[in-house]
């Protein structure tokens, strides 16, 4: 699903369809000369012992992305199911994992395409077609430090709050 999902831009291959390199079922066909952001990805499914065997890409039709800060995970959804993120058991451990790291700061996203959705314990907060641009947080903490609200603003990569939060942060991948 990786090589559906994302966008290579080495490739020049768009988010959301399939790598012209990609055997479908069989894998990379340019694999030992894949490009870098090819080999720097690994799916968190892949990472983290404690993902089900049901997020695994091929059955769930998403991949997992976390940004290197580990503020942010973003589940891509295939286009051509997105409502999977909504069913069982996928929005269940999707809640969970809000609710778990929401008073630290953490924040799960899904992506179906361009539109990203920010699930958050409570609620799910709609950012509608995000393409490119940067979503910023803002989080608002209790007298204790944890976090008690989150805000979401989606500006233009070239806003200057967006390009001051890159410089703030630059190992975080703004997509």
């Not at 699903?1 to 079922?25: D, N, Q, Y």
């Not at 199911?81 to 269940?92: D, L, T």
Request: charged fraction near 25%.
């Amino acid at each position: 699903m990786c090589c559906k999902l994302f966008e290579i831009r080495a490739l020049a291959k768009p988010a959301s369809t399939w790598c012209g390199h990609c055997a479908v079922g069989s894998g990379c066909t340019i694999y030992d000369a894949r490009p870098q952001e090819c080999r720097d990805f690994f799916c968190q499914y892949r990472l983290d012992a404690n993902v089900a065997e049901h997020w695994k890409p091929s059955r769930s039709r998403m991949a997992m992305k976390p940004d290197p800060s580990g503020e942010h995970i973003t589940v891509s959804v295939d286009p051509q199911r997105p409502s999977a993120w909504r069913e069982a058991p996928y929005y269940q451990d999707l809640k969970a994992w809000a609710a778990a790291g929401f008073a630290d700061g953490r924040q799960v996203n899904v992506r179906i395409g361009s539109r990203v959705v920010v699930v958050l314990p409570d609620c799910d907060v709609d950012l509608g077609m995000v393409g490119d641009r940067t979503i910023l947080t803002s989080k608002h903490r209790s007298p204790q430090g944890r976090v008690v609200r989150m805000e979401f603003e989606v500006v233009d990569s070239d806003h200057p709050r967006a390009l001051a939060a890159q410089a703030a942060a630059p190992a975080v991948v703004r997509r």
